[in-house]
């Protein structure tokens, strides 16, 4: 009698699973980016109702809901560390659901994971880059999303107008918020 090894149905045949063998895209390229989280692509996210109270007992920042609207997930998130989120298992339904257009694009073989990956890291570099230029006008505060801190940074700097390094650092800092505002819209939003 002929012993089957682990995997091998009975014609003899070990069977590809082309599924299970797939690694899932979202482990690949969001633990790589982030974007979603940091504060870059959204200043919120909104929620349901009913998720809330757990994710504030979890600590979470929550913008409280107005009568008509749902309450907002802050970004960046609080849970959002070191590129994972810190309560994966309870995270909300906007972020169980969000896929980007780059994570979207890979998934209908449009571009490459090699080629992702590099945007990935390429779209990173733009926002750090921002950040230290924001940064370097004032605001520090990393606690708000990236669009805020550059408006926040413009008008801490709007008081000097004679100093030319704080001038060029002004105009640096819009070119590269331009930049970066270009590539998260080409690249991670949908139309």
């Known amino acids: 009698m002929m012993r089957m ?3 091998q149905n009975a014609s003899g045949e070990f069977p590809s699973n082309k599924a299970s063998m797939k690694p899932n895209l979202a482990n690949v390229l969001c633990v790589r980016c982030g974007l979603c989280c940091d504060g870059s692509l959204f200043a919120d996210a909104e929620l349901a109702a009913r ?11 929550i913008e409280d809901a107005d009568e008509d609207e749902p309450a907002l997930l802050l970004q960046p998130c609080a849970a959002f560390k ?3 989120c810190s309560i994966y298992p309870h ?11 780059l994570l979207k694009q890979v998934g209908n073989g449009a571009i490459s994971v ?7 890291a390429n779209t990173l570099k733009e926002v750090a880059r921002v950040r230290v230029l924001i940064a370097q006008l004032g605001q520090r505060d990393e606690r708000l999303p990236l669009k805020e801190r ?4 413009l008008a801490l700097s709007s008081s000097i107008t004679d100093d030319p390094r704080i001038n060029r650092k002004r105009a640096d800092v819009k070119m590269a918020i331009t930049r970066v505002q270009n590539l998260l819209q080409e690249r991670f939003l949908e139309d």
Do not use: H, M, Q, Y
Request: net charge positive; aromatic share 6%.
């Open 51 to 61: 998720e809330t109270t757990t994710l504030e007992v979890l600590g979470v920042e």
């Open 114 to 120: 090699d080629r992702a990956k590099e945007t990935i």
């Open 82 to 84: 070191r590129k994972r």
């Open 5 to 7: 090894k682990d995997g």
């Open 150 to 153: 550059f408006s926040e940074a």
């Open 91 to 101: 995270r909300p339904n906007c972020c169980r659901t969000f896929e980007c257009r």
